[in-house]
């Protein structure tokens, strides 16, 4: 989007075409467009979802606000043109609008009653309010009122911000002022506007009338910055398009916890959009414009902005706020040419690439603005929870992210890992109840009535849980939920001891009969997930990956249900690559396998389980580096590293096509094999033993390949023994004769002794 200077004072044009520094609304055929006519997003994939890193919880610092708070004051303020109508409440015509090309009047007569009008702010310069603070001019307007920079003489000309209403005599203004004062002197928050005073002022509106009027004024806190909206222009105008969806999601998560505090004071703010947002120069972020706040509930004179705000105008409430911060982080990152019919819902992915290529952040907006209240989120701080969750993972899995761990509202953390047995890795041998038990456990919901008691029963073994539960008077939707994953525990692991897990299906809530307390969207997402727990334990991972499918939506940031369906896809494939149906996709499946794995993985490395499943998917696409390099991620300080480190020695042997520094890690892993090592793998000697057969067969396959003995990553020995044929076959004689010493059947012994005379070859030596 360009600037279009504005046709009255040569300035450019702000606040939808109208000039905020002369009041003059722009001629139809010089506008200055919206930001969401301006031209679409790149497409480019990590371009479009991160482009411009930031730092800290809200961004980097931004440049560009005024030195001088006074260079913020505006030239000849006055109201839009397109709010001007006369004060006569027998006439209420338009007046002072363009004419000719001429700019209207801000002030002046009526040309049908003659009733003066003065649409310029009631404060002017230099006037004295409450005997301290000096009017040095107005530097914005709001939705109901001006707003002004002063000097607070007694504390040496310290700079403040006043705000009052512009047109006092209009029905509703002055309680909504009276709600915002006692909204903004409660409220203490570091999102929201520090009010410091509380002043009036008499006012002498245009008109016959001789009595003035008394204009409340809010005293604040000068907030150094820019809005939302100016730094969305300046982006577009520099060719740079929307806001990163990271920073957004940080930004939208910072004031809805500044929303959360209004709402835990009984106030809803009603307003929310890019206007009243600001940026500060530190990257904080700031809700500077209560002028829209009333007590939850409120309804009629409703502030509210066109293309953010419910269309179906609901009382002030939560959900109705939650929405326009949906809206406000749609506006900032996707250009849409409709934005003002917000009944219109979020674009289809098909038409907006970000939406398509950054799933989390389309889901997120999806529920945040979903049509239905009660489809919203629960509360503004677990709108804001998800928000942050999102950011997270963008920014781990951008090019160059790195893992961004966080806390979880509704899952505990992943403690057991399938697949990670190097007998048997690559290969999935898990059953689907082992999975289903391996996944997980939802925590409990404090909100639910018999939260406290239900807490209680942590770590109680599933019989004692299930007994106790089964005499709770009046069962809340948590208590059975609890009761159910009790259930399943003792359902697969005491060999199909009651209940059955057809019965604990049964056995759930019905979504579509909750109690009044429990929040609809919140609630399902739980109970999709147990029953994708219950299905996958029954076998059924087609059904188990819907459930799944379904809180995923629910919970768009959670690394748990992509986690669910991974291993569900995993499953299918698996069952795929086994099954002679022809329309079974296997090939599919493990894509969306591996999709799902490498987005939980790059995002949290507390869910090992996904650098597993990421290296299984990855060798049966043919990427054995990937593979590797997957498990190389595994953190040292994880039980499973050492699991990791000897899986990875199966899938990326020393190949001569292989990558050298995965050669060089093959040699470096392979050395940890040595108990005297400084930083041994803590396996068992039987262990110890095969996997040392494996790591020198492998080398000596190598040296088949190649006549090169060491360079591109291979030393000269290994485990001890000289890299060369007569090295290695001594030491794959020395291996076997250990491993037939360890305890364990005849065959296995035999089998050993006479691996160890094949490889004793006199004649080479």
Request: charged residues 25%; negative net charge; aromatic residues 4%.
């Amino acid at each position: 989007m360009t600037s279009t200077p504005c046709t009255g004072c040569g300035k450019a044009a702000v606040d939808e075409g109208v000039c905020l520094r002369c009041g003059l609304e722009q001629q139809p055929e010089a506008p200055t467009p919206p930001p969401d006519s301006a031209a679409p997003p790149p497409t480019s994939p990590r371009t479009s979802s991160t482009g411009g890193a930031a730092t800290g919880p809200i961004g980097v610092p931004r440049s560009g606000v005024p030195d001088d708070p006074e260079d913020m004051i505006l030239e000849n303020p006055a109201l839009p043109e397109r709010k001007r109508f006369c004060r006569n409440p027998q006439c209420r015509r338009e007046v002072g609008r363009s004419r000719g090309g001429r700019p209207g009047r801000a002030y002046g007569f009526c040309q049908e009653c003659r009733w003066p009008f003065d649409f310029r702010p009631p404060l002017t310069p230099g006037t004295l309010v409450a005997r301290r603070y000096e009017v040095r001019g107005a530097i914005g307007r709001g939705g109901i009122g001006w707003t002004y920079l002063a000097r607070h003489e007694p504390l040496g000309g310290h700079h403040v911000v006043l705000k009052g209403v512009s047109e006092p005599w209009l029905p509703g203004t002055a309680a909504l002022e009276r709600e915002e004062l006692r909204a903004l002197v409660t409220a203490d928050h570091r999102n929201i506007v520090k009010v410091l005073d509380k002043v009036d002022h008499p006012y002498h509106p245009p008109g016959p009338d001789e009595e003035k009027l008394v204009i409340p004024y809010i005293v604040m806190d000068l907030v150094r910055g820019r809005t939302l909206r100016q730094v969305l222009r300046r982006r577009i105008e520099a060719g740079d398009g929307p806001l990163p969806p990271a920073d957004v999601c940080e930004r939208m998560a910072a004031a809805l916890d500044g929303l959360g505090h209004l709402h835990g004071l009984g106030f809803a703010y009603n307003d929310l959009s890019d206007d009243n947002l600001m940026e500060t120069p530190d990257g904080g972020l700031t809700i500077i414009d209560l002028g829209g706040v009333t007590e939850l509930g409120a309804t009629g004179l409703l502030q509210r902005k066109q293309g953010f705000a419910d269309p179906t105008d609901p009382p002030a409430s939560v959900p109705a706020d939650l929405f326009t911060a949906g809206r406000t982080a749609l506006r900032l990152t996707v250009a849409v040419t409709d934005f003002r019919h917000a009944e219109h819902g979020i674009p289809d992915p098909a038409t907006a690439p970000l939406l398509a290529e950054q799933e989390s952040f389309d889901l997120l907006l999806r529920r945040t603005a979903h049509a239905d209240p009660a489809e919203r989120f629960a509360s503004a701080e677990e709108n804001a929870d998800a928000f942050r969750a999102v950011a997270r993972e963008i920014r781990a899995t951008a090019d160059g992210g790195v893992p961004e761990p966080g806390r979880s509202l509704y899952f505990g953390r992943a403690t057991r890992v399938v697949g990670d047995d190097p007998d048997t890795f690559p290969a999935v041998t898990a059953s689907p109840s082992t999975v289903a038990l391996a996944l997980p456990e939802l925590q409990i919901d404090v909100r639910d009535r018999h939260a406290g008691r239900l807490t209680t029963l942590t770590g109680e073994d599933p019989e004692s849980v299930r007994a106790v539960l089964a005499v709770v008077p009046d069962p809340s939707p948590e208590s059975r939920l609890v009761a159910v994953r009790a259930g399943l525990h003792l359902s697969v692991a005491s060999d199909g001891a009651r209940p059955t897990l057809d019965e604990l299906l049964a056995e759930l809530p019905d979504p579509d009969h909750l109690p009044d307390h429990v929040w609809p969207a919140s609630f399902r997402g739980r109970l999709a997930w147990v029953r994708g727990v219950l299905h996958l334990a029954l076998g059924s991972p087609v059904d188990a990956e819907t459930e799944f499918r379904e809180s995923r939506t629910s919970m768009p940031g959670e690394a748990a249900p992509k986690l669910a369906l991974a291993h569900c896809a995993e499953l299918l494939a698996v069952a795929a690559d086994r099954s002679d149906d022809p329309d079974e996709d296997g090939h599919g499946h493990r894509a969306r396998a591996l999709h799902y794995f490498d987005l939980v993985w790059r995002t949290d490395h507390a869910y090992v389980g996904a650098a597993f499943g990421l290296a299984r998917c990855r060798v049966a696409a043919g990427d054995r580096a990937g593979a590797e390099r997957a498990l190389q991620e595994v953190p040292a300080a994880s039980r499973h590293a050492s699991n990791a480190a000897l899986c990875a020695l199966g899938v990326a042997p020393p190949d001569t096509e292989q990558d050298p520094e995965v050669v060089a890690r093959f040699f470096e892993r392979a050395e940890r094999l040595d108990p005297d090592h400084d930083d041994p793998l803590a396996v068992d000697e039987r262990r110890r033993a095969l996997t040392t057969i494996a790591v020198l067969t492998a080398c000596r396959t190598r040296l088949d390949r190649s006549a090169r003995v060491a360079g591109d990553g291979t030393p000269a020995t290994v485990l001890g023994w000289a890299l060369t044929p007569q090295g290695l076959g001594r030491g794959l004689e020395h291996a076997h004769r250990a491993a037939a010493a360890l305890p364990g059947d005849r065959a296995t012994r035999d089998a050993h002794v006479d691996a160890a005379n094949a490889v004793r070859r006199w004649s080479l030596w």
